[in-house]
């Protein structure tokens, strides 16, 4: 199994462009998160989504948005980006969204805008 | 509402001795607790996770955890350091719920010296 694998692994923006940042899992968990890591400080999640064609806001939705067609694919799309966008971006996945589920992360997608 | 505070940003041993990694958490209710380790340029993988069966939890590598209800605490030890521990570790909470969200720590960068 890929687990969940993210694309792309790094890209750089520039001020008010777009892009779409794809993560696709193949374990058939309902559950799917994006997080934004900065530099020295943990994981801050951004939007999830409890099974295809629900989604919710996290704590830093502002200049983001989400879409879940399907069970596999949740990406993330930025619309006018910001340098304040620069970050580590990982996706993750669980199989329910229990207090005690483990879950699995993606390997990230490394965003600069300049 | 949920928090952890991990008391250390930097923590630097020699390999071979011990390691030990401090979280403290806050919760209303009984919590389920983790810490993921990341690698550089790569993703989060589970260590281990409390779930509030054995307060003593073993994880990957000889990694190992006491929940410490009393004190709050959840830190992370392991007896003998080796050079591939050198990491970021994430302590984490799950909030309460059905959603999985995870609250994580700031981080604690492990250096491993020869």
């Known amino acids: 199994n890929a687990g969940v694998t993210q694309t792309p692994k790094f890209r750089i923006l520039k001020i008010g462009q777009s892009m779409t940042l794809q993560c696709t899992q193949d374990?058939?968990?309902?559950?799917m998160y994006w997080y934004r890591q900065d530099p020295g400080m943990g994981l801050k999640l951004i939007y999830y989504?409890?099974?295809?064609?629900?989604?919710d806001k996290g704590e830093v939705p502002n200049g983001y948005n989400v879409s879940r067609s399907t069970t596999e694919d949740f990406p993330l799309r930025l619309e006018l980006a910001a340098p304040s966008q620069t970050s580590v971006y990982f996706c993750?996945?669980?199989?329910?969204?229990?207090?005690?589920?483990?879950?699995?992360f993606g390997p990230g997608t490394r965003l600069l805008v300049l | 509402a949920q928090s952890v505070t991990q008391l250390d940003s930097h923590v630097s041993v020699s390999e071979g001795t011990p390691v030990l990694l401090r979280c403290n958490y806050s919760?209303?209710?009984?919590?389920?607790l983790f810490w993921y380790v990341q690698h550089p340029n790569k993703g989060l993988q589970l260590l281990l996770k409390?779930?509030?069966?054995?307060?003593l939890v073993k994880g990957i590598n000889g990694f190992e955890a006491e929940f410490k209800k009393s004190e709050t605490s959840f830190h992370l030890t392991k007896p003998s350091a080796h050079m591939s521990d050198a990491a970021e570790y994430f302590c984490?909470?799950?909030?309460?719920?059905?959603?999985?969200?995870?609250?994580f720590g700031q981080g604690t960068t492990l250096q491993v010296k020869p």
């Open positions: 989504s409890v099974g295809a064609g629900i989604t």
């Open positions: 409390y779930t509030s069966a054995a307060t």
């Open positions: 984490v909470v799950s909030e309460w719920g059905n959603t999985g969200k995870l609250i």
């Open positions: 919760s209303s209710y009984s919590p389920s």
């Open positions: 374990m058939n968990h309902n559950y």
């Open positions: 993750a996945s669980s199989p329910l969204g229990q207090v005690r589920e483990t879950q699995y």
